[in-house]
């Protein structure tokens, strides 16, 4: 289903989490479609989002070259460091990356999941090989005038 990243059609507060893997480098504009999401997101609510990450090894090796990052249907690149400042702006905190999330009542198999999924991820960013990086942020309470300037 395709919808518009700066008018979902739902209302304020509307969600404890909002997810988005490899959109936020398709958007037309980051600040306001981040300032959506903020919007549609409970205060304190959570936002988790991956992209592919400019700054890693194969982008940096191969430069230009590697069409994957530098494809038409991207209208943004970022690396960790170029995307907090639209986070900031848009009124999101920086969280830690969960180490195995919330696994209460999951069952062993979901926890054996999380912690080898999460292994997994680790040793990847860790050897330089993940092409892409998570963002986990928490929507804080700012004044409105701020992030209206954002948008």
């Known amino acids: 289903h395709r919808t518009d990243t700066l008018r979902l059609p739902f209302a304020d507060k ?8 490899h959109v936020i480098e398709h958007v037309s504009d980051v600040s306001k479609t981040l300032a959506e999401w903020r919007r549609v997101l409970r205060p304190g609510g959570l936002l988790v989002l991956e992209t592919p990450d400019t700054n890693c090894r194969k982008a940096r090796i191969l ?11 991207h209208t943004y690149t970022f690396t960790r460091d170029t995307l907090w400042p ?7 905190e920086q ?6 999330g919330h ?24 050897s330089g090989i993940a092409k892409a990086f998570q963002v ?3 929507r804080i309470e700012v004044e409105a005038a701020a992030i209206q300037d954002a948008a």
């Open 63 to 73: 430069g230009a070259k590697y069409q994957k990052f530098w494809a038409a249907e």
């Open 103 to 126: 696994l209460t009542g999951s069952g062993p198999a979901m926890a054996a999941y999380a912690v080898c999924y999460q292994s997994y991820q680790g040793l990847r960013s860790a």
């Open 86 to 92: 639209f986070m900031e702006t848009a009124g999101f």
């Open 14 to 21: 509307s969600f404890d989490i909002v997810t988005a893997w």
């Open 136 to 138: 986990f942020a928490r």
């Open 95 to 100: 969280l830690s990356r969960p180490w195995l």
